[in-house]
């Protein structure tokens, strides 16, 4: 789940701009539908949902498939689906209204923050007291994957190092990590890192004085009228109402190796910040339309909205003659600068065992949200496929209608 995954279908986002012009002259339903149908079909995904906006009107929304493949029970537009890192920008859009209110300043120390202590007997790397809320919105604060493993999938391993009983919860955690030494010095590089994001959920409950759930429904969701989205729970048992099943591709399933299995492999509770939450197709393009909206002022004021797609500092994301790269990770989205005018694509993508997703904003008033409850194992059907595969969709359009479907979805 790293620049193997996560970045790869990235730069797939980046190579499918999009241009706006129509290929086929299909209809939305022709257009869109091959498309995902051509991309569940060899990889036999139970089920997918798929939202579709045009200048912040929901003008399609879709269901493919089973949500519930043994119950025969179908996938709905609006069925719940584990959306993995695509947690990211909400989690982003929270911290960032806390940094527009006075209450929280991008460049205040993180860890001090918080005030936890490492566990005991560890010493914390001095450059820890360096990281800031910037540098863990965008993936810089030191960390990396790669090298060290990413904590927030050895809860079994930390809890064991706290003298606790797995799982490990998220200060936990973050206690663990106190006491293990950074991978590269804050600011320096680039490295995905599901941690930073942790960290920033637990600073928001610091600063809100809210449990993180509470805080995101109250003052992110809620606002733009979205009541449905929850954190996700780990067992099966735990479905909630609405909430597909996951599955694992048979052909490569293997019944001895939990940590890729769905409902046990991994502890979903403890990703809340970075990758926990249930939404709707639905509700990813309301939350794309809210963003675009010069009307929420008060959800989240001009300033704040610009330090959404804001660089990192350099030399993060740097040519070697200090130009910007053609693409960059900002506060919570990936981003590519399209003309000279000002406008980027924006997509984040998500994966779990059993999930993959991908919500996408382009340059010309097009949104879109796609979700699976089955993600990939054969490297010859990438997941990210789906990426290039919708924006020839909505290049192939030949007229938008006019109609806005958000009413019929609350």
């Given at each position: ?5 996560r ?5 797939l986002?980046?190579a499918a701009?999009?241009?706006g012009?129509s290929a086929?002259?299909?209809s ?5 539908d091959?498309?995902?149908n ?12 798929l939202a579709?906006i045009?200048?912040?009107r929901?003008v ?5 498939g089973?949500a ?7 996938v709905?537009p609006?069925?719940?689906f ?17 940094v527009?209110?006075g ?11 918080l005030q ?11 450059r820890?007291?360096?990281i800031?809320v ?12 790669d090298q060290?493993?990413?904590?927030m999938f050895?809860?079994?391993k ?5 003298g606790?009983?797995p799982p490990?919860?998220?200060h936990?955690?973050i206690r ?11 600011g ?6 599901n941690?930073g ?9 610091k600063?809100?004085g809210?449990?993180?759930?509470a805080y ?23 479905r909630?109402?609405g ?7 048979k ?6 190796e939990?940590?890729?299995?769905p409902y ?10 970075h990758g ?19 009307a ?8 704040a909205?610009r330090?959404i797609y ?6 993060v ?5 200090g ?6 990770y900002a506060?919570g989205?990936d ?9 980027a ?5 998500g ?9 996408v904003?382009?340059?010309?008033g097009?949104a ?11 490297p010859?059907l ?7 595969a919708?924006?020839r969709a ?7 209608p ?7 979805y609350?």
């Amino acid at each position: 789940m790293r620049i193997n995954r996560r970045r790869f279908l990235g730069c797939l986002a980046v190579a499918a701009l999009g241009t706006g012009a129509s290929a086929a002259g299909k209809s939305i339903a022709e257009a869109f539908d091959d498309e995902v149908n051509s991309f569940m079909q060899p990889r036999k995904i139970p089920g997918g949902a798929l939202a579709v906006i045009k200048d912040r009107r929901l003008v399609y929304a879709r269901a493919y498939g089973f949500a519930d493949v043994e119950k025969k029970e179908p996938v709905r537009p609006d069925s719940l689906f584990r959306i993995a890192s695509i947690s990211k920008p909400f989690t982003a859009v929270g911290v960032l209204q806390l940094v527009a209110a006075g209450r929280l300043q991008m460049d205040a120390p993180a860890f001090a923050l918080l005030q936890l202590e490492p566990l005991p007997g560890r010493q914390p790397d001095p450059r820890l007291q360096r990281i800031t809320v910037h540098h863990l919105l965008h993936h810089t604060g030191g960390w990396d994957r790669d090298q060290s493993g990413d904590p927030m999938f050895m809860e079994k391993k930390i809890a064991r190092a706290n003298g606790e009983p797995p799982p490990a919860n998220q200060h936990a955690i973050i206690r663990y990590m106190l006491g293990q030494p950074l991978d590269f010095d804050p600011g320096a590089r680039y490295a995905y890192s599901n941690f930073g994001y942790c960290v920033l959920g637990r600073i928001i409950e610091k600063i809100s004085g809210q449990d993180y759930a509470a805080y995101m429904q109250q003052s992110v969701l809620g606002p733009i009228g979205i009541r449905r989205m929850r954190l996700g729970l780990s067992r099966a048992d735990g479905r909630a109402a609405g909430e597909v099943k996951y599955y694992m591709p048979k052909r490569n399933f293997d019944p001895t190796e939990t940590r890729t299995e769905p409902y046990t492999g991994f502890c979903l509770e403890a990703l809340d910040s970075h990758g926990g939450w249930l939404a709707s197709a639905v509700d990813l393009v309301h939350f794309a339309a809210a963003l675009d909206d010069p009307a929420q002022t008060t959800w989240l004021p001009p300033a704040a909205r610009r330090l959404i797609y804001e660089p990192p500092a350099p030399p993060v994301s740097r040519k070697a003659d200090g130009s910007l790269k053609p693409v960059y990770y900002a506060c919570g989205w990936d981003v590519r600068p399209v003309g000279r005018d000002g406008r980027a694509n924006y997509w984040h993508s998500g994966s779990l065992p059993g999930t993959y997703t991908l919500l996408v904003r382009r340059h010309d008033g097009l949104a879109w949200a796609a979700l699976f409850n089955q993600r990939s194992s054969d490297p010859k059907l990438p997941d990210g496929e789906i990426d290039g595969a919708l924006h020839r969709a909505a290049d192939a359009v030949a007229e938008w209608p006019e109609h806005d479907l958000f009413g019929k979805y609350g």
